[in-house]
């Protein structure tokens, strides 16, 4: 059963603070907490649930903890920890008095997240494109895409023969099997021994361990589908050991993870990290105040350019609007016109092209390439970097919460420069200090 929204303009208790007057009303998180439109969030998700059983959490605490996770990079233990010891983040969830116990446990976090899935990641990067009023509705927009990688092992046949056999262990202790040999004590010393490959003279010791391991592995998953009963509930799970243990090098979709087998192999060209496991995300961006209009994830290894039709689809239904040209680099290349967005690449200028056209050019060209330190604090501060939700839906959301917190923070640097240019401006006409060069015009708000 949902509870009622809390009421705008409540009573102060007698014995309690008030949160909303023992705060600094000028701190950025207090102001965005005061700005967002939040009974939007209570009306589309108050649809997700029923009005039997237990009383649900308030949706508010819900989406403000997962923004607050997001924002600071937290995971779900240490947010719902922070929030007890933090008051701006009580009062950004919508307490009116400071809580002494937990918000709610780690796992409703996860819970939340299954419940709204990624339409409601959507609606939440559309709150925080709406922040930001008419200047994010920019007519050039920046496309690129990049890779958002799992939290997985770096695969190897070795590792996942080791992980079917571990597996095959786990689904005969469940169903009470037999084996008639576990390998125990075997595997761990094939496991040491193929570690030897790199040297010369235990690189033949460390070939016949790793084929060993895979020999051992379709022995034990053979020898369940002999003991199971037809119709049994590991079916899938054995089918999927039986993939690893049949695909060969040069296989096209293989599997390489056992518990996120969609994890697909990128290559993205770097020098440091020649592969990446995940999934790639196609992203959309403002080209002059850098909001992004976009975040798509690709459930499949996709060609640039075929990402372009769905991420401006995106865009239409996040920020509502189309955007009149997409700015890409050399690997979108085809076509040209996508309806009414025409897609713009590096190219040599026509021979027609005025001195006035081809510094307009340069410049959108140079803009950018200010979408690749987007993606770098995308991933180092907001948690897209490594992806610890589970499955296709847990990429999609991890995207969307990183681009929403993005566009929070965004805001939050906006009205901090804002608050400044305020303040300096009044030093100056009490005569305290000399303005700063930078105008207020400049700080966006």
Same mark, same amino acid.
């Given at each position: 059963?949902?509870?009622?929204?809390?009421?705008?303009?409540?009573?102060?208790?007698f014995?309690?603070?008030?949160?909303?007057t023992?705060?600094?009303a000028?701190?950025?998180?207090?102001?965005?907490?005061?700005?967002?439109?939040?009974?939007?969030?209570?009306?589309?998700?108050?649809?997700?649930?029923?009005?039997?059983?237990?009383?649900?959490?308030?949706?508010?605490?819900?989406v403000?903890?997962?923004?607050?996770?997001q924002?600071?990079?937290?995971?779900?233990?240490r947010?719902?920890?922070?929030?007890?010891?933090?008051p701006?983040?009580?009062?950004?969830?919508?307490?009116?008095?400071?809580?002494?116990s937990?918000?709610?446990?780690?796992?409703?976090?996860?819970?939340?997240?299954?419940?709204?899935?990624?339409?409601?990641?959507?609606?939440?990067?559309?709150?925080?494109?709406?922040?930001h009023?008419?200047?994010?509705?920019?007519?050039?927009?920046?496309?690129?895409?990049?890779?958002?990688?799992?939290?997985?092992?770096?695969?190897?046949?070795?590792?996942?023969?080791?992980?079917?056999?571990?597996?095959?262990r786990?689904?005969?202790?469940?169903?009470?099997?037999?084996?008639?040999?576990?390998?125990?004590?075997?595997?761990?010393?094939l496991?040491?021994?193929?570690?030897?490959?790199r040297?010369?003279?235990t690189?033949?010791?460390?070939?016949?361990a790793?084929?060993?391991?895979?020999?051992?592995?379709g022995?034990?998953?053979?020898?369940?589908e002999?003991?199971?009963?037809?119709?049994?509930?590991?079916?899938e799970?054995?089918?999927?050991?039986?993939?690893?243990?049949?695909?060969?090098?040069?296989?096209q979709?293989?599997?390489?993870?056992?518990?996120?087998?969609h994890?697909?192999?990128?290559?993205?060209?770097?020098?440091?990290?020649?592969?990446?496991?995940g999934a790639?995300?196609?992203?959309?961006?403002?080209?002059?105040?850098?909001?992004?209009?976009?975040?798509?994830?690709?459930?499949?290894n996709?060609?640039?350019?075929?990402?372009?039709e769905?991420?401006?689809?995106?865009?239409?239904?996040?920020a509502?609007?189309?955007?009149?040209?997409?700015?890409?680099?050399?690997?979108?290349?085809?076509?040209?016109?996508?309806?009414?967005?025409?897609?713009?690449?590096?190219?040599?200028?026509?021979?027609?092209?005025?001195?006035?056209?081809?510094?307009?050019m340069?410049?959108?060209?140079?803009?950018?390439?200010?979408?690749?330190?987007?993606?770098?604090?995308?991933?180092?501060d907001?948690?897209?970097g490594?992806?610890?939700?589970?499955g296709?839906?847990?990429?999609? %959301?991890?995207?969307? @919460? +990183?681009?929403? $917190?993005?566009? !929070?923070? /965004?805001?939050?640097?906006? *009205?901090?420069?804002? %608050?400044?240019?305020? @303040? +300096?401006?009044? $030093?100056?006409? !009490?005569? /305290?200090?000399?303005?700063? *060069?930078?105008?207020?015009?400049?700080?966006?708000f």
């Amino acid at each position: 059963m949902l509870q009622p929204a809390a009421n705008s303009t409540p009573q102060m208790q007698f014995l309690l603070p008030d949160l909303c007057t023992m705060l600094d009303a000028r701190q950025p998180l207090y102001r965005l907490a005061q700005t967002m439109d939040w009974t939007q969030f209570e009306s589309a998700f108050a649809t997700l649930y029923t009005d039997e059983g237990r009383p649900a959490l308030p949706i508010r605490r819900m989406v403000g903890l997962l923004l607050l996770k997001q924002l600071h990079n937290l995971s779900d233990e240490r947010v719902v920890e922070q929030w007890t010891l933090n008051p701006y983040f009580q009062f950004f969830c919508g307490e009116r008095e400071f809580q002494w116990s937990a918000p709610c446990a780690a796992s409703e976090l996860v819970h939340f997240r299954d419940r709204i899935g990624p339409d409601g990641g959507e609606k939440l990067l559309a709150a925080s494109i709406a922040l930001h009023g008419a200047r994010a509705k920019e007519k050039e927009v920046v496309l690129d895409t990049t890779a958002q990688e799992k939290a997985i092992t770096f695969p190897t046949d070795a590792k996942l023969h080791a992980k079917v056999i571990k597996t095959a262990r786990r689904i005969a202790a469940q169903d009470g099997i037999g084996l008639r040999q576990s390998y125990a004590r075997t595997v761990p010393k094939l496991l040491q021994a193929q570690r030897g490959w790199r040297h010369p003279r235990t690189r033949g010791l460390a070939r016949k361990a790793a084929r060993k391991l895979k020999t051992i592995a379709g022995r034990l998953v053979r020898e369940l589908e002999r003991k199971l009963p037809a119709g049994h509930r590991h079916a899938e799970l054995l089918q999927l050991c039986a993939r690893v243990l049949a695909q060969k090098r040069h296989d096209q979709n293989k599997v390489y993870s056992l518990h996120e087998p969609h994890v697909y192999c990128l290559a993205k060209g770097k020098a440091h990290k020649e592969y990446e496991f995940g999934a790639k995300a196609a992203l959309a961006v403002g080209k002059d105040h850098g909001v992004i209009l976009g975040a798509l994830n690709l459930e499949e290894n996709t060609y640039d350019g075929h990402t372009v039709e769905p991420a401006l689809t995106q865009i239409e239904r996040v920020a509502g609007y189309r955007p009149e040209k997409a700015i890409t680099d050399r690997g979108y290349r085809g076509r040209k016109q996508y309806g009414s967005t025409e897609l713009l690449l590096p190219d040599k200028p026509a021979a027609e092209a005025t001195d006035y056209a081809k510094r307009k050019m340069r410049t959108r060209f140079r803009r950018r390439a200010a979408i690749e330190p987007r993606i770098g604090h995308l991933k180092s501060d907001f948690r897209l970097g490594r992806n610890f939700l589970r499955g296709v839906q847990g990429d999609a %959301l991890n995207l969307l @919460l +990183a681009a929403t $917190a993005a566009n !929070l923070s /965004l805001w939050l640097r906006r *009205a901090s420069a804002c %608050l400044h240019a305020i @303040l +300096a401006r009044l $030093a100056f006409l !009490l005569g /305290l200090r000399p303005l700063p *060069a930078r105008p207020l015009a400049q700080t966006g708000f």
